[in-house]
């Protein structure tokens, strides 16, 4: 029996091969000039970024931007909370979010149907800035880092994603571990997550990243400039007409274009360096559990 010819094989599926791949190039280089001149610009002296409008490479290397922000109280204290409310939220979000989905993954839940029900409303409606604020006013919040995560702990698209994913594991596990004497939180803890890994490292980096560039709620919730989050810190050094707010007991401010540029780096730099450890898990989770609905 003859195989049909794969259409991938043919003439003009090579030319669209070649052609997609070009255009897929193309399109990842105009995404990495920016990144790629912000992170020059942070190795540049202030006269080379006062000369030059645009460049790839430095033609001087200099670490005086880096030395800056590493040096300022405010930057190390900003860095050092973002890190730690990003670590701890993303625990507490993914723990959240997995103890919720897991009896709602159960069809003999009393009450299952209309909390899936709820949990979809929330997705097409929400009550809005102010009255979130309102709340966690009243909930004695402000200036307090739980604001930054108790707010967005369970979002609605995680738990369904979780939630089928684990209606798709095989019921028998439950139902050994159960003959074995162990109770439903000992069954999550010891069967259900540890096969749910890729799910819930997909989910894991969608929380970290939420968290991490999370500008708006801290803006909200923390008055206190001393609390400032990495981001509430990137703002205002690119926003400000000097740069003070590095340093404010330096008599010699350092160069202001390569301190926004460092910081920007700096700000981005985690994330993007976080992202290949899960990129593995990143799509099956993302697959695996969208198809049972």
């Known amino acids: ?28 280089v105009i995404a990495l000039i920016p990144f790629v001149f912000v992170l020059a610009g942070s190795f ?12 790839l490479w430095p033609e001087t290397f200099s670490l005086d931007a880096y030395e ?36 709602l993954s159960k069809a003999q839940l009393p009450g299952g149907r209309v909390i899936i029900t709820l949990v979809v409303f929330t997705m097409v409606f929400s009550g809005g ?25 369970i ?8 939630k089928n994913f684990f209606q798709q594991l095989p019921n028998e596990l439950e139902e050994s571990a159960t003959i074995d004497g162990a109770n439903e939180l000992q069954t999550l803890w010891s069967i259900i997550l540890p096969l749910s890994k890729p799910v819930l490292a997909t989910f894991a980096l969608f929380y970290a990243v939420g ?16 609390m400032w989050t990495l981001q509430m810190f990137l703002r205002q050094v690119t ?38 450890f899960l990129q593995k898990h990143f799509a099956k989770g993302m697959l695996i559990g969208s198809v049972k609905g």
């Open 1 to 28: 029996m003859t195989r049909p010819k794969d259409r991938f094989n043919t003439p003009s599926g090579r030319v669209f091969d070649v052609f997609n791949v070009a255009l897929m190039v193309i399109v990842g």
């Open 44 to 55: 540049a002296t202030e006269a080379e970024l006062a000369s030059r409008s645009f460049f």
């Open 68 to 103: 800056a922000i590493f040096t300022s109280p405010s930057f190390v204290r900003a860095l050092v909370t973002t890190v730690l409310v990003t670590a701890v939220g993303t625990a507490v979000q993914l723990f959240l979010t997995a103890t919720m989905a897991y009896p």
């Open 129 to 153: 800035m102010i009255p979130t604020f309102l709340v966690v006013k009243d909930l004695g919040l402000l200036d307090n880092y739980w604001a930054l995560i108790l707010p967005a702990a």
């Open 155 to 162: 979002n609605p698209f995680s738990l369904i994603i979780i």
């Open 211 to 226: 968290i991490w560039n999370d500008f708006m709620s801290p803006l909200l919730y923390l008055n206190d400039n001393s």
């Open 239 to 276: 926003a400000a007409s000097d740069l003070s707010v590095v340093d404010q007991s330096a008599t010699e401010l350092p160069p202001a274009q390569g301190i926004k540029f460092a910081v920007i780096i700096v700000a981005t730099l985690p994330i993007v360096l976080f992202y290949p």
